[in-house]
């Protein structure tokens, strides 16, 4: 059922199986925070279990970087941005991804990768090295990012 996120009111709703719920839904209401104040959108999430756009994101990392990752995915997220594919996935283990798939010709394409607080590095990310901003509602994110090479 989809789920529209409140970053006033920060939830677990929908994210109760990770060990770290709290953590994460603060990572996802700062994510909602984003796209209200610059696309003035609600960030909608709907289980992720057999979307599209799941498997999008699934096929990006496996073909770009032949990263597969072992934590459930219980979330995802694609709000309708003029111009943009831009979707979440949010993850049991903590971790949140993110597509940016500008649709113009010569647009940005690139995968970002986000730790909740309290995160190790999962393994199949070991070799990105993470950079850490601090935020009110997700307390010490870390994230990192490679930029898409195919067209997807």
């Given at each position: ?85 831009w979707a979440y996935v949010f993850y049991e283990s903590g971790l949140a991804i993110n597509v940016l798939y500008e649709l113009a010709e010569g647009g940005k394409h ?43």
């Amino acid at each position: 059922m989809p789920y529209v996120v409140d970053f006033v009111n920060v939830s677990t709703i929908g994210l109760e199986s990770s060990p770290l719920p709290d953590a994460l839904a603060g990572l996802r209401a700062n994510e909602a925070r984003y796209i209200r104040n610059k696309y003035d959108l609600d960030f909608t999430t709907e289980p992720a279990e057999g979307t599209d756009t799941l498997a999008w994101v699934t096929k990006i990392l496996t073909d770009e970087r032949g990263i597969v990752i072992a934590s459930p995915a219980l979330e995802v997220a694609e709000p309708p941005i003029p111009g943009i594919r831009w979707a979440y996935v949010f993850y049991e283990s903590g971790l949140a991804i993110n597509v940016l798939y500008e649709l113009a010709e010569g647009g940005k394409h690139a995968v970002g990768f986000k730790l909740s607080d309290g995160m190790d590095v999962p393994d199949e990310l070991g070799t990105f090295k993470f950079a850490r901003q601090q935020s009110k509602l997700a307390g010490t994110i870390r994230g990192s990012y490679f930029v898409i090479k195919g067209e997807y």
